[in-house]
């Protein structure tokens, strides 16, 4: 089977660096995740922040821009070389200190001598604003905040199972990464640290944002806070970073004469449109049991997915939830 493509995580640098666990069913082509402490199930990231320091550690002819983005709890590390040649091109185009948004792959290093080294490898890299980092901040918040309710109520149970996870409403997602955070983090997992990060991370927006005034779309933690939509973060709508990044790619990919939509793919398009009512998108699974009414099988179904989100046509606000990009 095909694998679909991994959604973006929006998780803090506290958290992520922190983690040194890799994870991967063995099986060919299989996706390869890094696992944090409170079992966010690691391929992609989504990161909003300040570039605080840019160099080229390569040559002219063989450029390696490397670059530290910080977030309210640390830093990322981003690494981008001749592989990745549309994101160290937007790289060497910036200068720190600057906001910018990132999307890409995470990745481990664990060398023979010891240690253990996180970085992001990007695919996408744009310049950014002050108040997408908080919309991406406060995202991460509520992303974190579900992660802790679930860490702490897989803790009470007697014999955890992924099972009961399901049971008390959490996607598979976020009830798989809990059970291999609590096998391996178990003994060192401090969940009043993950805490004091989020109240931190949410008084480094407070005060620089009207998102309060936006109490009413939720902050987690308080009264009249958004509800969780099946143990996931509730995305952040039309203004959602990674929202606005796919609408410039595919404003790029039409200036060159980007492909259109096939058949299957024009289908699986109508179907998406058609369900897509509510401002947090659809559920994959029920794209997947109405494509299965138009004769479209999840194996195939995967293909076309995969081919509507390299063009743009749609994107993945939050873990587990599809939208048809504006327009389209």
């Keep these: 089977m095909v694998p679909g493509r991994e959604v973006a995580w929006r998780v803090f640098a506290g958290e992520y660096n922190v983690s040194d666990l890799e994870h991967s069913s063995g099986e060919e082509r299989a996706a390869s995740y890094v696992i944090t402490p409170l079992g966010a199930k690691v391929n992609r990231l989504m990161v909003v922040g300040v570039i605080t320091d840019l160099e080229n550690?390569?040559?002219?002819?063989?450029?390696?821009?490397?670059?530290?983005?910080?977030?309210?709890?640390?830093?990322?590390?981003?690494?981008?070389?001749?592989?990745?040649?549309?994101?160290?091109?937007?790289?060497?185009?910036?200068?720190?200190?600057?906001?910018?948004?990132?999307?890409?792959?995470?990745?481990?290093?664990?060398?023979?001598?010891?240690?253990?080294?996180?970085?992001?490898?990007?695919?996408?890299?744009?310049?950014?604003?002050?108040?997408?980092?908080?919309?991406?901040?406060?995202?991460?918040?509520?992303?974190?905040?579900?992660?802790?309710?679930?860490?702490?109520?897989?803790?009470?149970?007697?014999?955890?199972a992924k099972e009961q996870l399901r049971a008390l409403g959490y996607s598979d997602s976020v009830a798989d990464g809990i059970m291999l955070a609590l096998q391996h983090y178990r003994d060192k997992l401090d969940i009043g640290r993950y805490r004091a990060m989020l109240r931190d991370a949410l008084k480094f927006i407070i005060p620089q944002s009207n998102l309060v005034a936006a109490g009413k779309e939720g902050i987690p933690g308080q009264a009249g806070g958004t509800e969780v939509d099946g143990g996931e973060a509730v995305g952040l709508s039309a203004e959602d970073p990674?929202?606005?990044?796919?609408?410039?790619?595919?404003?790029?990919?039409?200036?060159?004469?980007?492909?259109?939509?096939?058949?299957?793919?024009?289908?699986?398009?109508?179907?998406?449109?058609?369900?897509?009512?509510?401002?947090?998108?659809?559920?994959?699974?029920?794209?997947?049991?109405?494509?299965?009414?138009?004769?479209?099988?999840?194996?195939?179904?995967?293909?076309?997915?995969?081919?509507?989100?390299?063009?743009?046509?749609?994107?993945?606000?939050?873990?587990?939830?599809?939208?048809?990009?504006?327009?389209?």
């Design 242 to 328: 990674e929202a606005k990044i796919v609408e410039q790619l595919k404003e790029e990919e039409d200036e060159k004469g980007g492909k259109k939509p096939g058949e299957q793919e024009e289908k699986v398009l109508e179907i998406i449109a058609r369900l897509d009512k509510s401002p947090k998108g659809v559920a994959y699974e029920t794209i997947i049991e109405n494509s299965k009414k138009e004769g479209i099988g999840q194996e195939e179904l995967e293909e076309v997915f995969n081919g509507l989100l390299d063009k743009g046509l749609v994107y993945e606000p939050i873990l587990g939830r599809v939208k048809v990009v504006k327009g389209k």
């Design 57 to 160: 550690a390569g040559t002219e002819a063989e450029p390696l821009w490397k670059a530290r983005v910080s977030d309210p709890t640390g830093v990322f590390y981003i690494s981008a070389g001749q592989y990745q040649p549309e994101a160290a091109r937007a790289l060497s185009k910036m200068k720190a200190p600057s906001f910018a948004a990132i999307i890409g792959k995470s990745r481990i290093y664990k060398p023979e001598d010891g240690g253990v080294y996180l970085s992001i490898r990007p695919e996408v890299v744009r310049g950014a604003d002050e108040k997408l980092r908080s919309l991406w901040v406060l995202d991460a918040c509520r992303s974190l905040k579900n992660r802790i309710d679930a860490m702490e109520e897989a803790a009470d149970l007697e014999n955890p």
